[in-house]
């Protein structure tokens, strides 16, 4: 009863575990995602706005912040409110921000 809940992370590590090596690349994705997932859970439950999901990222390497990024665009849909859409342009274009090489027109 008190096994904790695997994320879609470390399930992943484990079965790349099973298979064989991952390369360095795959394994920074992995851990990525593993950082970005509760981060980003607090932001599209609204507990965290665009400003605090900048200051939680501050300071995070590029590809952390480029897989929020595309994290926050997947997540666009049109049933989205107005409000909606705008905050999670805002989160990405403040994550913009942090990057050491911006690419803003991606």
Known sequence: MG???KTA????LERAAEIGDLTPEEKEA?????K???????FYRGKVGPNELWEKLKGSKDSLLRDAQLNLLSSLTIGHE???????KDAILALET????QKTSV
Do not use: G, S, T
């Open 3 to 5: 096994d904790k809940i």
């Open 9 to 12: 992370a470390e399930i992943a």
């Open 30 to 34: 992995i851990e990525n995602k593993k």
């Open 36 to 42: 970005l997932e509760p981060i980003l859970a607090d």
């Open 82 to 88: 107005f409000e909606e859409i705008k905050r999670r």
């Open 98 to 101: 942090l990057k050491q090489n």
